[in-house]
């Protein structure tokens, strides 16, 4: 059964205190692993998709990596309005066009 | 700005009233739209898929003459919450998916609250 596991569950961050999340997967045929950011009463919101192990993504105060076990989403400097939600799902072969997500990792940044 | 437009954000409605939920793909033609229903401090739970003009695939356990979903278009798919109850009360979340590995884009959600 694919199973993908998000860690920490929830993140406290001073202003500028750089950190990682991490999503582990296993899966069976990973066709790509999707992080998305949900601020609270809101849908997910896209950040990047990444589709094999060794590739990386930026985007402002955001890095994602993948190896072939676990993707992290770097994030540097951080800022107050970086407070959300970050959802992490994978995209298997044997599941069509769905996605399998982790619980999510609650991140708050203090100013 | 906005890639999926859902609506309404936010319904309240007696029990026994039939509740629809409008999802709506803006910049791309969506050959699947997804459900969602997301209970507080949980993740994104599927229950079902859609593709346009063929019957949607209902999750385990989620039932289809509670919860119709309709997707008449390519652009629009519409979640039908038939005689709700309390315990329907929710937030649902619709997702569009233009194809292949692409990711899906989320719409807003909508906040059901049936008394």
């Known amino acids: 059964e694919d199973q993908v596991t998000q860690s920490p569950e929830a993140l406290r961050l001073q202003e500028g205190e750089s950190s990682s999340l991490n999503c582990s997967y296993t899966?069976?045929?990973?066709?790509?692993l999707f992080w998305y950011r949900q601020d609270p009463g809101k849908g997910p919101e896209f950040l990047f998709t990444?589709?094999?192990a060794g590739e990386e993504k930026e985007k402002e105060r955001l890095k994602a990596t993948l190896t072939k076990k676990e993707s992290f989403l770097h994030i540097t400097a951080p800022k107050p309005e970086d407070s959300a939600t970050y959802l992490c799902?994978?995209?298997?072969?044997?599941?069509?066009?769905?996605?399998?997500f982790g619980e999510g990792t609650q991140l708050t940044v203090n100013p | 700005g906005a890639v999926v437009s859902q609506h309404p954000s936010w319904v309240i409605c007696k029990s026994g009233t039939s509740v629809k939920i409008e999802c709506r793909s803006l910049?791309?033609?969506?050959?699947?739209m997804f459900w969602y229903r997301q209970f507080p401090k949980q993740s994104l739970m599927l229950m079902a898929t859609?593709?346009?003009?063929?019957?949607?695939?209902?999750e385990q356990g989620v039932e289809k003459d509670k919860f119709l979903i309709n997707h008449a278009s390519l652009t629009l798919s519409t979640l039908t919450v038939t005689s709700a109850h309390p315990e329907d009360s929710s937030f649902y979340i619709c997702?569009?998916?233009?194809?292949?590995?692409?990711?899906?884009?989320f719409g807003d959600g909508t906040r059901l609250s049936i008394l």
């Open positions: 799902a994978v995209l298997v072969s044997t599941s069509g066009s769905r996605l399998t």
């Open positions: 899966v069976s045929g990973l066709r790509g």
């Open positions: 990444l589709y094999s």
């Open positions: 910049d791309f033609q969506a050959t699947t």
């Open positions: 859609s593709n346009e003009g063929s019957k949607a695939t209902y």
């Open positions: 997702s569009s998916l233009s194809g292949g590995n692409q990711p899906q884009h």
